[in-house]
């Protein structure tokens, strides 16, 4: 699948069928997880793979009420829930180097577009959720300190393709020389 194809065409899936994800899939995902750019090089990024039936409901639990992505975490073959190691993207000898602080959401933020692309190039689907309780999720899964859960993702095979939603335009983001400021 060409790159701006999947780009274009990835959606964000929260309907999924029960056939099982293959391993093979699985590390073909993660691997390109692991090309993903980072702050040096720390890849700071740990995934959790759920297949658990059991825990995929009680991570469900810990989804805001009305949570539209609640289904798909209990019914896709796997949740990844997708975490950070603390104190080193954006830090140098332990110190902050930003006024950004940490920068671990933005590289989790490239690795989960490796990742969910990845997934949509081999026909399966991912939907990003981030509205839940980080607290309950880490508990849950027996997470050590220093590490802080992100977001998790459901992954499966679509039951259905939903359609695109309306895109901005160009000239709504982006700027030339200064902040809103159109093309010359």
Known sequence: MDLFQAIKERRSIRKYKATPVSEEQLNTIFDA??????????????????????T?????????LGNPSTAAIKSAPIVIVA???????????????TD????????????????????????????????????????????????????????GYPEDQPVAPKRKELSEFVFYEKYGQGKP
């Open 33 to 54: 997880v692991r090309w993903a750019p980072s702050w040096a090089n720390t890849q700071c990024w740990r995934f959790v793979v759920v297949r658990d039936r059991e």
């Open 56 to 64: 995929k409901e009680r991570l469900a639990d810990t989804l805001s």
């Open 83 to 97: 975490c950070a190691q603390l104190g080193r993207s954006g830090h140098y000898k332990g110190t902050p180097v």
């Open 100 to 155: 950004k602080g940490d920068w671990f959401m933005f590289d989790l933020g490239l690795a989960m577009q490796n990742l969910t692309l990845a997934a949509h190039g081999l026909g399966l689907g991912t939907v990003n959720v981030g509205y839940f309780d980080a607290a309950k999720v880490a508990q849950i899964l027996a997470l050590p300190e220093g590490i802080a859960v992100v977001e998790m993702t459901p992954l």
